[in-house]
């Protein structure tokens, strides 16, 4: 790459950011669904036009955001995790809570970002495919303590599966961790799920007047997640 090329490319990524970063302050202001490229352009004193250069469409503009809010999520919990797994005394369920808290973390520091990949769907705007391999990551990260728990000395408890349930389980366990049993991937499904239902009720308030301790709260919510997942409290035996 020449020089002037180089130049271009630098100034290009600035635009592309700050266009991003407007797009972000709107979205706290007035939600996805009100979002606007000629809005962006105006506040940041652009031709319309100019714009479309960057982003040729809102849902672009969009799918831009969500994998960027997906990937400042999963780039937390990640860094939790680690930082935790480097501990000598570290064990599944000190991982499993510390991707969990950092999750809840980031929803609280990141509340409007949060609302774009977990709240409400932008009327008529559909995520791309492109948006899947950031939303997949902490959903892999909580997937790889438990494989890592299946792996180790105590495994995994299992809570047995309704037979109708079975043809299902064994769907997505191919889909999902075909290195787990059944009855753990249906278990990291659901707590997968609960976890971010458990955040979206303290982001959007409905804990109100309910909870008010909500970092024990979590915590202890976390801790019973891993537990049905398998990763047992300490001092548990696995199921037989």
Request: proline share 6%; hydrophobic share 50%; aromatic share 8%.
């Amino acid at each position: 790459m020449s020089a002037t090329e180089g130049v271009r490319a630098r100034a290009r990524q600035e635009i592309t950011e700050a266009i991003k970063g407007e797009a972000r302050r709107q979205l706290a202001e007035e939600g996805g669904a009100k979002l606007s490229l000629r809005a962006v352009a105006r506040e940041l004193g652009m031709a319309s036009s100019a714009v479309y250069r960057y982003f040729p469409s809102r849902d672009d503009l969009l799918t831009a955001l969500i994998i960027d809010a997906y990937d400042s999520l999963g780039a937390a919990a990640e860094g939790a995790e680690s930082e935790v797994a480097a501990a000598s005394d570290a064990t599944a369920l000190s991982r499993w809570i510390a991707v969990c808290e950092a999750v809840r973390g980031w929803a609280l520091t990141h509340p409007h970002e949060y609302a774009l990949i977990y709240g409400t769907p932008v009327p008529g705007y559909r995520a791309p495919r492109t948006t899947v391999p950031a939303a997949a990551r902490v959903g892999l990260l909580l997937i790889g303590i438990a494989r890592d728990a299946h792996r180790g000395p105590a495994g995994l408890s299992r809570t047995p599966l309704p037979e109708g349930l079975r043809p299902e389980a064994v769907r997505m366990t191919a889909d999902l961790a075909p290195d787990l049993p059944p009855e753990a991937v249906v278990a990291l499904v659901a707590a997968w799920s609960e976890l971010f239902g458990l955040i979206g009720f303290e982001v959007f308030g409905q804990f109100h007047q309910v909870v008010e301790d909500r970092a024990a709260f979590f915590r202890h919510a976390a801790a019973r997640l891993a537990h049905e997942v398998g990763i047992a409290f300490p001092g548990a035996a696995p199921d037989a």
